[in-house]
């Protein structure tokens, strides 16, 4: 009797302390708390007054659960139970990633497929199958094929537009949302070939072209490629481009803004970006590094450093707000960048803050007018292996070991900089980890298969998507990957959807459209009164 009322209590939502053993009983209270969420779950059909895109770059399913465990041992948990924020959104689904002419994918393909609804050949932007890689000319006789990215949908309907992003803001994701290139390294002129006359490079494109020019927010990285004389860290080993033409595009960016008579800023520290907030502008530009912005955990969280992503997308939604809406692109790039290196640490540490902005965007908007997805461009070849403990650290080693004695971490990559082996001549020897710190920042997981360059490659697997908000039920079941910008412009009725918002069809898809006046209590009631109904005959 009192386990029933325990369950019926659990229902309702009511705090109770856990059990200190996960028992069956525990077991059957907390599935019927998932199942009571389910059921009373509400299709909400208004129509999108805003959407945010949160892309993780690389952040595979194994990624995203190694982080939700190190989130929960962090705050003193075994780690394995916890959820990260958009875990508990209420519908998820999975899409698949692949190029039109690669099954494992690099992040322009895929930056085309999330924001301008194709699938697209390897490292080439905002283009259809007609593209030719790296091959100017030829590309753009087929310039009528490019497509259009979301963003110039919502700016048709009057919405405002933007993005922020822990790369370069020429970066392949954050790229994609405006940018048409054979070739996603073309950043400056200073990497176009002589050959590539008729091509614009990324930068000149975000500057000068639509949609980007009318972007109200754009924040990252990736100074450098902005002027002709920019400085950049030659200890970095990242890419390096100076302006051959001699343009200084930060300064074209301010007189357009000028011209139109708008309020704008351009920033480069955390403390300007502070100041620029306080009389906040029409548009900003803030290009916080020479190229890409700083891990998380070595961010420099001073007034003259680099914003977090968090206090980036919060700046943005409250720059972005209006009443006919917006469309916000957040990407936390880095998650990805560590994984390259094999660097379990810095890339768990990553997505964790990619999580706090997720958190911030869904305290400063609405789940009745909002819809928010949190997806991946792609995964990694991350993998959670061995039979480790309940609450083992997941920086730390399986307690498995090989057959010759040797132990092995418990995230692991198939391949990268971190295969620990040598050849002696008459076999291979294995690094011993008993006394290496694996949790350590700089430590690089075991791979299984050396790469000579170092850099780890991407997974070719489905990635999750996460949706709340109106019509976010749509982010259910296998999807090809650019799905996820159809449902953006269906939601909101933008492009080729926009005459289906008026349709019978769409309203009649949800049982009993939603408002935000009605949010379906009715239906609600009635799950309640059945669930209730069948505890108590149970009683």
């Known amino acids: 009797m009192m386990r029933k009322l325990w369950g019926i209590l659990v229902a309702f939502g009511v705090s109770i302390v856990i059990a200190e053993h996960e028992d069956r009983h525990f077991w059957q209270a907390s599935m019927k708390d998932e199942i009571w969420k389910t059921i009373t779950a509400r299709r909400n059909c208004a129509k999108a007054k805003n959407i945010v895109v949160f892309i993780g770059d690389g952040m595979g399913i194994p990624v995203i659960t190694a982080a939700r465990i190190l989130k929960g041992q962090k705050a003193g948990k075994t780690g394995e139970e916890t959820f990260l924020n958009f875990e508990k959104f209420p519908y998820t689904g999975l899409m698949r990633t692949y190029c039109t002419d690669k099954q494992v994918p690099d992040s322009a393909c895929t930056g085309t497929a999330l924001f301008s609804g194709i699938k697209a050949p390897y490292y080439t932007l905002g283009v259809d199958v007609h593209a030719k890689y790296g091959e100017c000319k ?3 006789k087929y310039k009528s094929y490019f497509p259009e990215s979301i963003m110039t949908y919502a700016q048709a309907a009057e919405k405002l537009t933007g993005f922020v992003t822990t790369s370069r803001v020429t970066h392949a994701t954050p790229a994609a ?33 639509a949609p980007a020019r009318d972007f109200h927010v754009i924040m990252g990285g990736g100074r450098q490629f902005f002027f002709p004389n920019e400085t950049y860290n030659q200890n970095r080993s990242e890419t390096q481009c100076q302006r051959r033409d001699g343009r200084k595009l930060v300064e074209t960016w301010m007189n357009d803004k000028k011209s139109r008579n708008a309020t704008y800023k351009y920033v480069t520290t955390t403390s300007e970006l502070q100041d620029a907030m306080r009389n906040k502008p029409d548009y900003l ?6 190229s890409h912005m700083s891990y998380e955990i070595e961010r420099n969280t001073s007034p003259n450093g680099e914003p977090s992503l968090a206090d980036m997308t919060e700046s943005a939604i409250n720059i972005l707000e209006n009443d006919k809406g917006f469309l916000l692109m957040v990407e ?22 990619f999580e706090e902005a997720v958190e911030r965007a869904l305290k400063k908007t609405s789940q009745l007018d909002t819809l928010i997805i949190v997806t991946a461009d792609h995964s990694h070849t991350l993998t959670i292996n061995g039979y480790p403990a309940r609450g ?16 092995y971490t418990t995230l692991m990559f198939t391949n990268g900089v971190g295969y620990n082996y040598t050849n002696n001549g008459t076999h291979i020897l294995w690094r011993n980890l008993t006394n290496v710190d694996t949790q350590a920042l700089d430590f690089r997981q075991q791979a299984a298969i050396y790469r000579e360059n170092g850099d780890e490659t991407h997974g070719g697997e489905d990635v999750a998507a996460y949706a709340i908000g109106p019509w976010a039920h749509l982010i259910t079941g296998a999807h090809e990957q650019p799905y996820v910008a159809h449902v953006a412009k269906y939601a909101a009725c933008l492009g080729d959807y926009a005459e289906m918002c008026q349709s019978s069809m769409r309203k009649t898809s949800c049982g009993i459209e939603v408002s935000s006046a009605n949010t379906g209590g009715i239906h609600a009631f009635f799950i309640t009164t059945m669930f209730l109904t069948s505890y108590i005959l149970q009683l």
């Open 392 to 407: 083992n650290p997941i920086l730390g080693i399986a307690e498995n070991q090989t057959d010759f004695g040797l132990p």
């Open 285 to 290: 530009l803030g290009l916080f590094s020479s």
């Open 177 to 209: 949302t405006y940018a048409h290139s054979p070739h996603r390294e073309w950043e400056c002129d200073g990497k176009l070939p002589p050959e590539a006359t008729e091509c614009k490079d990324i930068a000149r494109q975000m500057i000068e072209d």
């Open 332 to 353: 936390g790039a880095k998650i990805d960048h560590a994984l390259h290196d094999n660097n379990a640490r810095r890339s768990l540490e990553d997505l964790l803050a």
């Open 138 to 140: 030829e590309t753009m």
